[in-house]
């Protein structure tokens, strides 16, 4: 059994600090919202800078294209949303404004994931890394926890270029500390192993992280990367856990097609071939439900995790 | 000098006369450049010559040779289709050689088929999906409101672009900001590629639904001159509320043959359709390719 304690906090309250922190030192940073203020914790900063703040309403294209116009004055744009929405509704702006040009506009993407909730299929995002990962000139981040949330949007002020955040509604277990780095385009290694590797993004990272221990207490050492940055990929990090552990499982809150399994199954095949495997969202839209049962319906958890790992291990042998 | 001065000092504020040129000097660039591409759009481009003629080369604040410059006037099409127009009113302008027309959609040149910034500097975002220009506009007028600087932003729409909800989003927007810096130009050609705009989808009244979306509506001759100038003053001085120029215009204007043909919204002429245009124009195929070629500088 796993033997970690978490703290729980949410990505979204990292999203809403990380812009205060911004904020205090950056004046050109402004944020702007589609109606969800407090929800994507943006109210953090709106209630310090109320004339840096825009409320854009139930309007997602608009509100796209007017955060690119205030990109041509020297301004740093956020906006967010819910992702269903402004991905979703606004693909039309992201690609031909906002990537095209390419404009200089940092895009939350709130409520992400299966873990939103009872609110169901229509607010659960799990297609939006596919779609991104598609359209060129983005940064994609999908941080683990409140902490890497925090750094991540720091880190997109610095990228000259439109940047993807993904975070989530619901706390989730704390697995980086203040004084971890946060690179972009580095993977992070969590934990050392030699007989297969688990590559998490987002949440996942934990359900990794207890799915280690779990292997560990059978004597099978899984090593486990924080894929915090979908684009651009840290091919070398992929290609030399599949050469030294000589298996992959991939771990996402995400549909199995486009997202983060499909990205390190291409660098997998192309650099050093090894038995793979993934744990995502099956090819199924979402569903009600609370998000520890949601969790548990869809397979996201460290049982399954480990399920894979024990089959990807008879696989290596044959 | 102080930011107002340098602001003013990149306007160009050409008398009458001289922009009644320039406009004509732009519909032969954009029939030359047609033709010898042999692709393009022609009816839409014609249409616009003269509001944007007033807009580059009297209303706006530019610095060709700096386009980024952080105190320029924001100006943008964003039925981006036009771009035999909108390359010809730059090339016109200075912010890149005239002959570079001359490689308009073609695979060594820096003038694609839709406005892409990273080609063609000076345009402000890449353009031609319809319905995503006056937001981009909304945000740099909210830049400006932010900074205290007097910029003004110029928008050009397509009335069959109106069609798209992102616009009426982005009216929304305008008004509820109160950017009175910000107007917009709607070439009211009333042609859209499947037929006259009444006809695939109709978008009238227009003026009553900017004013009822809290805009001010001028309705102008979108192909007089001394008309635009009025309105665009006009709408300067309006206080507390955007814009819209309603501007009332001839599909394929200034070539008697095609003007109100809705087929000839996506399609180039021939040299010979051009030659003879151009003579109406008071120039030549020949004659007007030359000039190009040679940067403007011979006749």
């Known amino acids: 059994m796993s033997r970690r304690t978490f703290e729980w906090r949410t990505t979204r309250e990292g999203w809403g600090r990380g812009l205060v922190d911004l904020g205090e030192r950056h004046e050109d940073v402004v944020v702007l919202v589609g109606d969800n203020t407090t929800s994507t914790q943006v109210h953090l900063f709106a209630d ?18 007017v955060a690119a116009g205030l990109s041509r004055f020297g301004k740093v744009p956020f906006y967010v949303t819910y992702s269903a929405f402004g991905i979703g509704r606004a693909l039309d702006q992201l690609r031909v404004t906002i990537g095209y040009t390419p404009c200089n506009v940092k895009i939350g993407g709130g409520h992400s994931g299966i873990s939103v ?10 297609e939006d ?3 991104m990962r598609a359209l060129p000139n983005f940064t994609i981040l999908v941080p683990a926890d409140f902490e890497q949330t925090r750094k991540a949007v720091q880190a997109a002020y610095f990228i000259d270029g439109p940047v993807y955040i993904r975070f989530g509604r619901e706390q989730v277990p704390c697995v980086t500390g203040p004084d971890d780095i946060f690179e972009v385009g580095k993977a992070q290694l969590m934990a050392e192993g030699s007989d297969c590797t688990c590559i998490a993004t987002g949440q996942m990272v934990s359900e990794a992280l207890i799915a280690h221990d779990q292997l560990a207490d059978e004597g099978i050492w899984l090593r486990v990367l924080n894929m915090h940055t979908i684009k651009p990929l840290d ?4 290609a ?7 298996a992959i499982v991939t771990a996402e809150e995400h549909q199995i097609y486009g997202g983060l399994g499909s990205a390190v199954a291409q660098v997998v095949a192309e650099h050093a071939p090894v038995p793979m495997d993934y744990v995502a969202i099956m090819d199924h839209y979402g569903a009600s439900g609370q998000p520890e049962e949601l969790l548990d319906k869809f397979g996201l958890r460290a049982s399954t995790i480990v399920g894979k790992v024990k089959r990807l291990l008879e696989r290596k042998k044959n | 000098m102080n930011v107002q001065e340098r602001w003013v000092a990149g306007r160009l504020n050409f008398p009458l006369p001289v922009l009644e040129e320039i406009a004509c000097d732009i519909r032969r660039d954009i029939l030359t450049l047609l033709a010898h591409a042999g692709t393009g759009h022609t009816g839409g481009s014609l249409s616009g010559a003269d509001f944007l003629t007033a807009i580059l080369f009297h ?7 700096t386009p980024t410059w952080k105190d320029r006037d924001f100006w943008h099409v964003s039925h981006g289709h036009v771009t035999p127009l909108i390359y010809s009113a730059m090339g016109e302008r200075g912010y890149f050689p005239l002959r570079d027309l001359l490689s308009f959609r073609t695979i060594h040149g820096h003038l694609q088929g839709h406005p892409s910034v990273k080609d063609t500097p000076g345009l402000e975002v890449s353009a031609g999906s319809l319905g995503q220009g006056l937001s981009v506009a909304v945000g740099a007028a909210l830049a400006a409101k932010m900074d205290r600087h007097p910029r003004r932003c110029f928008v050009c729409m397509g009335d069959g672009e109106q069609q798209e909800g992102s616009v009426w989003e982005a009216a929304m927007s305008a008004a509820h900001y109160k950017l009175d810096n910000l107007t917009a130009v709607i070439d009211v050609n009333r042609m859209q590629i499947d037929g006259p705009t009444s006809e695939v989808l109709g978008v009238e009244p227009l003026d009553e639904k900017y004013r009822a979306f809290g805009w001010e509506v001028f309705v102008v001759d979108g192909h007089d001159l001394a008309a ?12 507390g509320k955007p814009s819209v120029l309603l501007a009332q215009t001839v599909m394929g204007k200034g070539w008697p043959e095609i003007e109100d043909n809705f087929t000839w919204h996506g399609k180039p002429p021939t040299i ?12 030549n195929y020949g004659g007007w390719w030359a000039r190009l070629e040679a940067n403007g500088l011979k006749p």
């Open chain 2, 272 to 283: 010979e359709q051009a030659d003879r245009a151009l003579q109406g124009l008071g120039a």
């Open chain 1, 240 to 246: 030399c856990a599949a050469r030294e552990t000589g």
């Open chain 1, 235 to 238: 091919e070398p990090a992929i």
């Open chain 2, 59 to 65: 209303e706006a604040t530019v610095d060709p040779f």
């Open chain 1, 129 to 131: 890394l596919a779609i």
């Open chain 1, 48 to 65: 310090r800078w109320p004339e840096r703040f825009f409320q854009m309403g139930i309007a997602e294209q608009n509100m796209v294209n």
């Open chain 2, 228 to 239: 635009l100038l009025d309105a665009f003053t006009e709408a300067k001085n309006v206080k």
């Open chain 1, 117 to 126: 909730g009872p609110d169901g299929a229509t607010h659960q995002m799990l």
